[in-house]
């Protein structure tokens, strides 16, 4: 399915699954509601995902918004810049349930994490929390259209990285840009690698 949604055959999804067309149709009236279900299922895994980063009562903020951007490149990278492209320009009524779902997941996510982070020192106290997330949110879903992402001669990796610097580092004490930067390597987490093979930096993860 990182190939496009025009490449994926319900042919070669039951090759891929190893079981009939027959059985999958028994799930599924159409390749429609499989991409339906693929999508819905990718949201909850990152709403699962942040929501267990942000629980952390042993990370400080600056290691949870690299884990926090470490976890936006891993599922862009699982679902693929192109099936997303596919998704946007096919399926307009399913890209725009996803682009409501990110907005209220991110919106969620930022806004628990920032004010934890003023409370307890660690965000600069002439940012504003509501507005900063405002910006966060509404940059991440405009630049995050697969028609941008897939035109430049930038990886992901590469792309959200810089982006999440320039957004993250501005509001965070020196100690705090300090873990952002240096983040909490050696715990055992899997870090997003750019694939320069195909220049996007899409990598299975």
Sequence with gaps: MRE?????????????????KKTIYSCFRSKDEILQAVIRRALGDVEARLRSIREDPEASTGIK??????AVI???????????HDLFHAFPELWRELDAQRTRVLTEHFSALLREGAV???????????????VIVKTVSNVGQPGVLINQPYSVVEFVTTLFSMLFTGMLFEHGVQEYISGDAGDGMTRPQSDTGTGKGEVNV
């Design 120 to 134: 307890n020192g660690e965000i600069r106290p002439d940012v504003h929390v509501d507005r900063t997330v405002v």
């Design 4 to 20: 496009g949604i025009y490449r994926m055959t319900m042919d070669r999804l039951a090759s891929h699954l190893r079981m009939s």
């Design 74 to 84: 891993n599922r862009i990278n699982r679902l693929g810049l192109r099936l997303l």
């Design 65 to 70: 918004l690299r884990r926090t951007r470490d």
